[in-house]
T-cell receptor, first 117, second 109 residues
Framework: GAVVSQHPSWVICKSGTSVKIECRSL??????MFWYRQFPKQSLMLMAT?????????EQGVEKDKFLINHASLTLSTLTVTSAHPEDSSFYIC?????????????FGNGTRLTVT | GQNIDQPTEMTATEGAIVQINCTYQ??????LFWYQQHAGEAPTFLSY??LDGLEEKGRFSSFLSRSKGYSYLLLKELQMKDSASYLC??????????WGAGTKLIIKP
């Protein structure tokens, strides 16, 4: 089946530093990738949708200058949390879809647990 | 607006059957998905319904009624490892995936 690899699985960083999270589709071309954030005991919150070769579409309330998304190829999208603060500590999950019109399910990466000290 | 409703938490006994309901109101419909998410892990795909009726896959079944905006996930022969959150999600007419808040299922011996 389709596999999405996300790296790193966990990261601890100091306040003010930047962290980059990678999301790769290993055996299919991901036209669209989604970035989610999930706080403890809460549901998934969509942060942004990225399409290969174009700018990401951010959800309301998500700062695009703080959460930089790059989708440079059909197999790789990155999320960079810039100038991280403790309130950015969360579980970040990427997912990928082969076609925005495809009714097939999203395939999720294993998530990245970010802790900002 | 668009929303998906599912119970916050349910409790069931090992070996029993449990049904998790999901109702939705979205702008259009292009399929309904059920995902399982264990604590601290990413969601994993369970089932997909786009036509009315029941889809069975092993111990798990999912039902859809588009006219009622309603689905349920049926879990049989419950095992302790089934303790997890179950997320209902609907693709609307723009192929955006709208997520429910999830139902935390607690299995007791």
């Amino acid at each position: 089946g389709a596999v999405v690899s996300q790296h790193p699985s966990w990261v601890i960083c100091k306040s003010g530093t930047s962290v980059k999270i990678e999301c790769r589709s290993l055996d299919f071309q991901a036209t669209t990738m989604f970035w989610y954030r999930q706080f403890p005991k809460q549901s998934l919150m969509l942060m942004a949708t990225s399409n290969e070769g174009s700018k990401a579409t951010y959800e309301q309330g998500v700062e695009k200058d703080k959460f930089l998304i790059n989708h440079a190829s059909l197999t790789l999208s990155t999320l960079t949390v810039t100038s991280a603060h403790p309130e950015d500590s969360s579980f970040y999950i990427c997912s990928a879809s082969g076609d925005r019109g495809d009714a097939s399910p999203l395939h999720f990466g294993n998530g990245t647990r970010l802790t900002v000290t | 607006g668009q929303n998906i409703d599912q119970p916050t938490e349910m409790t069931a006994t090992e070996g029993a059957i449990v049904q998790i309901n999901c109702t939705y109101q979205t702008s259009g419909f292009n399929g309904l998905f059920w995902y399982q998410q264990h604590a601290g892990e990413a969601p994993t795909f369970l089932s997909y319904n786009v036509l009315d009726g029941l889809e069975e896959k092993g111990r798990f079944s999912s039902f859809l009624s588009r006219s009622k905006g309603y689905s349920y996930l049926l879990l049989k022969e419950l095992q302790m490892k089934d303790s997890a959150s179950y997320l209902c999600a609907v693709k609307n007419s723009n192929y955006q995936l709208i997520w429910g808040a999830g139902t935390k299922l607690i299995i007791k011996p």
